[in-house]
Every structure is written in C-alpha cells, then in structure tokens.
C-alpha cells in the first residue's frame, strides 16, 4: 500500500472484527498492512459498523470495536458531520447507492486518500 493514509469503509471492519465472516482472512491480513498508518473512519461508517456488529456478532463485539476507534487508536481521524454536503454529493452522484458509500467516494476525491473496501461499486466509482 502506497498512501500512509487511508479511509476505511465499513466492509473491512465489519468483516475484521467477526471472525465467522467469510472475508475475516483477508480483513485480518488488509489490517495488518494498515498497522502503523493514519486511518479515516467516517462517523456513517463507525454507527454502520456498530449495528452490523451488534447483530451479526453480539453487542461485545460492537463494544469491542467501539473501544478499539475511541480509545485505542491515536492515529484515527473521525471527520465532522457535514450532512448538507453529504446529501448534495449523494443527488449529484444519482446512483442507487447507500449515502455511507457516496459520502466515502466524496471523501476519497476530497482528500485524495484511498478507500480500503470490499465494496465493489465504490471501487468501480472512486476510479471513474
């Protein structure tokens, strides 16, 4: 990985903290190589994860990961809510996907950052 930098999409991290998810191996190795870098977790991310969690691997699991991004993790920027910009990107994008990932595309092209993601269609719109 090139960037010291990155911002994270939900799929890894949901798929790093439960262990039963079919793309946990490849989570685990994904965060190993972003040991040591600055990491960008948008609040639509961290509340997304949350509730993935709470449900797919149990509230201690959840919590675990809420301990991890607020009190383990010094090199972690959670950017301010900006909703009003957040919903003009997402109508200016006009695609059928959920405002987490159009935000996560807006900040990639704002801050000229990488998204580490399993998610196809925000790989395939970061590029084009």
Known sequence: MESDRFIVDSSVLVSFY?????????????????????????????????????????NKVAVEFISDIFEN?????????????????????GKKISLTDATLINLSRTLHLPVVTFDKQIISLIKN
Not at 31 to 40: D, H, I, P, R
Not at 81 to 90: G, K, R, T, Y
């Open 18 to 58: 439960h262990q039963e998810d079919a793309n946990h191996p490849e989570a685990l190795r994904i965060m190993s190589g972003l040991e040591q870098k600055f990491l960008v977790i948008h609040p639509y991310v961290i509340q997304e994860v949350v509730t993935v969690l709470t449900y797919k691997a149990g």
């Open 73 to 93: 993790a010094p090199d972690i920027l959670i950017p301010a809510l900006n909703m009003q910009n957040d919903v003009e990107f997402f109508k200016m994008l």
